[in-house]
C-alpha cells in the first residue's frame, strides 16, 4: 500500500510527526533505505539485519500513516462491553422518618380528624408560609385539586380560555375541563421547555381569562414577562409550581409572583404526604374563595347558606401532619438538587450536539428531573440508542417525558372529555379543535429530550459519572 512504501523523512507533515509510531516508523524507514541503497546485502551485519527485520515488521504491525493521523481511539462504550462511566449506583432518598412519626403520633391524640382548624393543618399552612409568604392558603387533596379550586376561584366559567402549557400533567387542566372552561395550549422555549410567552400572547382572544404558568421540572418560567402580559390584557395569572417545591424565580420563591399559586404533595414530588395539594393567594378577589371551593362551596368561616357550588377536595389531618412534617425537609432537598442539577450543566455544556437544560442567570431550579435534548443530525444513532447507550454507562435517563403533548391525547383528539361528548363544543360556546393546535417546538422537545433522574442522595462524584457518561455516548455516535 502506498502508505506503507519507504518514503523519505522529508515527505512527513507536521501532523503525522506528533505521533510517536510515525517517528518510529520513519526511523525504521531511514535504517532501511540506507541499509538497501548500500547494495551489500551479503554483508548484512547482525546488527543490520536485526533493525531492518524488525523495521518491517513493525512498520506492517503498525497502523497506516493515515490511520495513525486520527485523534486517539474513543474508551469503549459499556453497551459493548466498555467500562463503566458511572462506578457506583446511588441509594434512594430515605423521605421520611423519625419527624413525620411525631407529627403522627401527634395527630392520634387528637379529637378529630377535620382540617379545619386542626393542629397539623394549622402547622403545615404555617410552615408553607414561611417557604411561600401567601395570605390565604387552603390544604387540599392533590396539585390537580389545588388547580381546580384556583380557576374556579378565577371564575372560570362556560367557554372562557385558559392558555397553559401541552407539555404538564393532565391535572393542569382537569379544573379547567370541570368548570366548562376551554384548555388553550401555547408553545414552549425550545431550552427551558416553559412557555413561550410571545406565542402565549399571539393566543390571547376575547375569551381568555386566565395564563397558567407550568413550572415545568422545578424551572421557573419567565414571571416578568408572563405578569407584564396578564397585566396588559387583565388576566389572571395562575403558577402551577407542583413540580417546583423550593423554585425562586429571580431570589422570589414561586407561587408569589402570579395571583393564585398551586403546590402538589403527590408521591413523587419534592415533599409529599402520598397526596395532597396547597392553593394560596395574596389577591383579596381570590383568596377568600380558596377554602369555600375546597370544601364543598361552604364558608367555614362565616357559615351560612351555599353561596357558590364546589365538590369536597378537603385534605384530613392525617396527611397534613405528614406534609407539616416534610416541609422541615425541604430546603436541604432542593439545595442539593440545585447544586446537582446546576453542575451537571456546567458539564456538558459546550458539548456538541447536546442542549442542557437552560436555567436563566438568578434563577433557582429544584429539578424535580433534569432534561437535555439531542440535536438528532448531530448523532449517528437515534434517541433509543443513546437512552440505551447512556443506561449502559449507569446514567439513570429515559427518552422524553409524557409521550405526546396533552392535546395530542385521544380525549383531547375526540373532544370527548365527558363520557365521549364535550357540550361546549356541541353548543357552539367555543369552536376549540384540538386536531388543529400546533406546538412544534413543544412536539421537538418531547422528541429529542433525554431526561436524566436527579435526587437528593445523589453526590457531585455521581454526577460528574453522569456528566462523562454523556460525553462518551455523545462523542462515540458523533456524526
Ligand atoms: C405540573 C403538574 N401539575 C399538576 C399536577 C397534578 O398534581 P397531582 O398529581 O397532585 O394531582 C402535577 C402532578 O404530577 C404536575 O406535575
Redesign the pocket.
Known amino acids: 500500500m502506498a502508505e506503507r512504501q519507504l518514503r523519505p523523512t522529508g515527505d512527513r507533515c507536521a501532523r503525522e510527526e506528533s505521533f510517536p509510531s510515525f517517528r518510529l516508523v520513519s526511523r525504521v524507514r531511514e535504517r532501511l533505505n540506507a541499509f538497501m541503497s548500500s547494495n551489500s546485502f551479503d554483508l548484512i551485519s547482525r546488527r543490520g539485519f536485526l533493525a531492518a527485520s524488525s523495521g518491517v515488521v513493525l512498520a506492517a504491525a503498525l497502523p497506516s500513516v493515515q490511520e495513525a493521523a486520527k485523534p486517539p481511539s474513543l474508551p469503549k462504550l459499556a453497551l459493548h462491553g466498555g467500562e463503566k462511566a458511572v462506578k457506583k449506583s446511588i441509594r434512594l432518598p430515605i423521605r421520611w422518618g423519625e419527624s413525620e412519626r411525631e407529627r403522627l403520633n401527634a395527630m392520634l391524640g387528637q379529637e378529630s380528624l377535620l382540617y379545619w382548624k386542626g393542629p397539623q393543618t394549622t402547622l403545615l399552612l404555617e410552615r408553607f408560609r414561611k417557604i411561600c409568604p401567601l395570605k390565604y392558603t387552603m390544604n387540599c387533596s392533590?396539585?390537580?385539586?389545588?388547580?381546580h379550586i384556583a380557576v374556579a376561584a378565577a371564575g372560570i366559567g362556560p367557554g372562557d380560555e385558559v392558555i397553559t402549557a401541552p407539555i404538564?400533567?393532565i391535572?393542569?387542566v382537569i379544573g379547567v375541563i370541570y368548570q366548562q372552561g376551554v384548555p388553550v395550549f401555547a408553545d414552549l422555549g425550545a431550552n427551558t421547555y416553559n412557555l413561550d410567552a410571545r406565542d402565549v400572547e399571539r393566543r390571547i382572544t376575547a375569551r381568555t381569562k386566565v395564563i397558567t404558568a407550568?413550572h415545568?421540572a422545578g424551572n421557573p418560567c419567565d414571571m416578568t414577562a408572563l405578569k407584564a402580559i396578564a397585566d396588559r390584557h387583565n388576566l389572571i395569572l395562575i403558577e402551577?409550581c407542583?413540580?417546583a417545591w423550593g423554585t425562586k424565580y429571580q431570589g422570589q420563591p414561586v407561587g408569589t409572583v402570579g395571583h393564585i399559586a398551586?403546590f402538589?404533595?403527590?408521591n413523587?414530588?419534592h415533599v409529599t404526604c402520598g397526596?395532597?395539594?396547597i392553593v394560596g393567594s395574596n389577591d383579596e378577589r381570590f383568596g377568600p374563595l380558596l377554602q369555600r371551593y375546597g370544601d364543598k362551596g361552604f364558608d367555614r368561616e362565616k357559615g351560612g347558606l351555599f353561596e357558590c357550588f364546589a365538590t369536597n377536595y378537603r385534605m384530613s389531618e392525617p396527611q397534613a401532619a405528614v406534609a407539616a412534617a416534610q416541609l422541615g425537609r425541604l430546603e436541604g432537598i432542593v439545595a442539593q438538587r440545585a447544586r446537582l442539577g446546576d453542575l451537571l450543566t456546567a458539564q456538558i455544556t459546550g458539548l456538541a450536539g447536546i442542549r442542557p437544560h437552560h436555567v436563566a442567570s438568578g434563577d433557582r431550579c429544584s429539578y424535580?428531573f433534569y432534561m437535555f435534548r439531542l440535536s438528532p443530525s448531530a448523532f449517528r444513532c437515534d434517541r433509543a440508542e443513546f437512552v440505551k447507550a447512556l443506561s449502559a454507562e449507569g446514567v439513570p435517563a429515559s427518552a422524553g417525558y409524557i409521550p405526546v403533548p396533552l392535546h395530542r391525547n385521544p380525549v383531547f383528539l375526540k373532544h370527548g372529555f365527558f363520557n365521549g361528548r364535550w357540550p361546549l363544543r356541541e353548543t357552539g360556546l367555543t369552536s376549540m379543535d384540538y386536531t388543529k393546535v400546533e406546538c412544534p417546538e413543544a412536539e421537538a422537545i418531547l422528541q429529542t429530550g433525554i431526561r436524566v433522574t436527579i435526587h437528593e442522595a445523589m453526590t457531585e462524584e455521581f454526577i460528574l459519572g453522569v456528566a462523562e457518561g454523556i460525553r462518551k455516548v455523545a462523542r462515540h455516535y458523533a456524526a
Request: hydrophobic share 30%; proline share 0%; charged share 15%.
Open positions: 392533590s396539585g390537580t385539586a389545588a388547580l404538564t400533567d391535572g393542569t407550568v415545568l402551577d407542583a413540580q398551586c402538589s404533595l403527590q413523587s414530588k397526596d395532597g395539594g424535580w
